[in-house]
């Protein structure tokens, strides 16, 4: 099926002149010259949902000081938001088929400014469950941004192209997710830390003062963020989108009959599952295996989300030269090595391990959505909405690693669940390069 595309000229494709380049893949443009003001407004996106994504790492660890939570409790937190990925992604879907990707991008961004605004009166009533509604309408406003932004930076160019193009859009995602920390951890923490029996020792009075000052913390972060998401609303409202042409091609045909699009949403709900696990309890593994206090161990997680920055950016060059499904492969199971040595080893090997993992789950999602829309022609929201879908592995993950944390008062174990699932993500990658090595046979 012919892919969505936004037009290129035969010069764009050919090189100047129009002659024949001698290395095809290096002379077609990674972004066409219409589209570049929108991909990068559509790139803040990127750095902006990763905020989101990565503040929540930071609430696991806030909430269990300031609601007096378990670790499997908090992990509810990735629970409500992943939820509300999973309910919202096809409706975007429907209602961008119906009002475009851009009006599509506004409806997101005006949910997720709701959602970070209700952080306010939530610190006030210090309500866990007006946190996690909070955070839902935050994930929903997420699920309309990323259903239109990902298929959108993939037809911003030629689609031989895609998934690079979109690697580097991750990029300031990655960008987004290795800032978070620092921001979070200075913003919010407080680097004071009760023990339990710290807890015991002091009057009800003092407990519950200690546990408002927590909550309150929260507030003035999702307050700018609230306020930073409105204003990328109004540059969207005042950008101008290139066209989007989705030809019809294909348009009697049934999503089900897209075996690589299956398999991707397979992929992409362990991977979102591994990914979450890792950076929702990276900060309660790194103390445990260091005694380090909450601050340092949030540095720790933005310097492996460092790495993920970085990987995004050279995995986006590393394909220029590897096909991204056998890097998507090879990437996979070194992750899940890298979750078994931090499983086996202890004190600051362990920590390492684990955060290295950051660097080869950079282009996974990317990967993963570009193979799995690749050809779908006009259906290409709706096999979006069902990657986007396919995030649910973030809700479920989460607190079966912190069960598991919970019961055998170690996080090392619960790291098997990442494992396994880098483990399905390679299997996707080999079915991946059978599905493109037949369809150029």
Known sequence: MAPISIGLSDQEHSGPAGRAPDDPQRALPLVARGARVAFAVVCSMFFLWALANNFNDILIKQFQKALDLTRMQSGLVQTAFYFGYFTFALPAGWVMNRVGYRNGLLIGLVLYAVGALLFWPAAHVQAFGFFLGALYIIAAGLAFLETAANPLITVMGPASTAARRLNLAQSFNGLGAFVAPFVGGALIFSGVERTPAQL?????????????????????????????VLFLALVVRLTRFPAVDEPAQGEGGSLAAAPLLRRAVIAQFFYVGAQVSIWSYFINFAQDATRIGEMRAAHLLGYSLMAFMAGRFAGTA???????????????VIAAGLCAVAIMASGWTAVIALGLSSFFMSIMFPTIFALGVSGLGSKTKLGSSLLIMAIIGGAVFPPLVGLIG????????????PLASFLVVAWFGTQAARAVAQERG
């Open 318 to 332: 590393l394909m220029k030269r590897v096909p991204p499904v056998r890097l998507l492969t090879l990437f996979a």
């Open 200 to 228: 015991a020792a002091m009057a009800p009075a003092q407990v519950a003062a200690y546990r408002t000052q927590e909550a309150l913390a929260v507030q003035l972060p999702y307050l700018g963020l609230g306020l930073l």
């Open 406 to 417: 919970d019961h055998l008062h170690s996080l090392k174990t619960g790291m098997v669940v």
